[in-house]
């Protein structure tokens, strides 16, 4: 790609341009994945150490949550082509929101009425 084709196209971002916070975000993730990497070896049923790990992933997430705010409020102004830190804070909620969910799920099977145990008139 030529030196002009570059400034004619607004939208592409050279890697040298992106800002330290992007670099930190996505150094963050790479971390996170390969700390969750070992999760996937846990024993199929082992809810214990699902519910452990589900618990990691999420703290991770809100950490990255953190730093994406961050990296908002510091985020520079008047840029032609700018980062959407809010859609990926809702994406990163969203995330949380379906791990959250999967903890809370009822583990055991749902409740079944009461037998009468006397069958006598």
């Not at 996170?32 to 519910?51: I, V």
């Not at 703290?59 to 809010?86: C, I, N, T």
């Amino acid at each position: 790609m030529s030196h002009k084709q570059v400034q004619a196209a607004p939208h592409v971002v050279q890697p040298t341009e992106q800002p330290k916070a992007h670099r930190a975000w996505l150094i963050a993730m790479l971390i996170a994945c390969a700390s969750a990497a070992p999760l996937a070896q846990a024993a199929a049923g082992d809810t214990d150490a699902e519910r452990e790990n589900l618990a990691r992933i999420d703290s991770e997430l809100e950490r990255v949550q953190v730093m994406v705010k961050e990296a908002a409020d510091r985020a520079p102004s008047g840029q032609r082509v700018k980062f959407r830190y809010d859609w990926l804070l809702h994406d990163l909620q969203l995330l949380r929101k379906g791990v959250a969910d999967h903890v809370d799920a009822p583990r055991q099977p749902r409740p079944v009425p009461p037998l009468r145990g006397d069958y006598r008139q």
